[in-house]
DNA sequence: GCCAACGTTGGC
DNA sequence: GCCAACGTTGGC
């Protein structure tokens, strides 16, 4: 059981978004970081646990509870030429990208970055270390009780 | 809109 | 394989 956090610009797929879909469940589709890709195709597996992180928006911050529910296979949005995300280079034979489905548990409050960063515990997070711009780091067991037990519903 | 930080590209 | 130039991310 591994965990983890998210990162969705809430202007193309909040957490509210994420709830209304069918399922409860959306295709991560769109990254195009090896690092981000390699985290979800070589370590992801369903049922691991996700902070679901609101980016680029007037209040960036966790925003909802989420879990791994697919492995991962090839991002259609590769193979897509109106897509902004085609990659030409990418084949159905040779795909590039993958993704894997996510499917939201709930909303929580918005914990923002300067409340995680008020905590000692938290000062390791991958999403805190200076320059960081992945949008998918892991998370510690220690860090995932924490924020979960002591911050989300505070 | 600014800009620091980082990743990718491509010429050599 | 180096590295300068360029593009992107994302908080502010």
């Not at 991002?75 to 084949?91: I, L, M, N, V, W």
């Amino acid at each position: 059981m591994n965990y983890w956090l998210m990162k969705s610009e809430p202007d193309e797929v909040s957490i509210d978004d994420v709830l209304g879909m069918p399922g409860r469940k959306v295709a991560w589709f769109g990254v195009r970081n090896y690092q981000a890709r390699n985290m979800m195709r070589d370590t992801m597996k369903t049922k691991d646990g996700v902070l679901f992180y609101h980016s680029s928006c007037a209040e960036p911050g966790i925003a909802g509870l989420a879990e791994v529910a697919s492995a991962a296979y090839p991002d259609e949005s590769q193979f897509d030429r109106r897509s902004k995300y085609y990659d030409g280079k990418a084949t159905r034979e040779a795909p590039r990208w993958f993704n894997v489905d996510v499917r939201a548990v709930r909303k929580t409050r918005l914990v923002g970055l300067p409340e995680l960063r008020s905590h000692p515990e938290l000062e390791d997070m991958v999403l805190l270390k200076r320059g960081n711009r992945l949008s998918i780091t892991p998370v510690t067991k220690g860090q995932w009780q924490f924020i979960v037990a002591k911050l989300l519903d505070k």
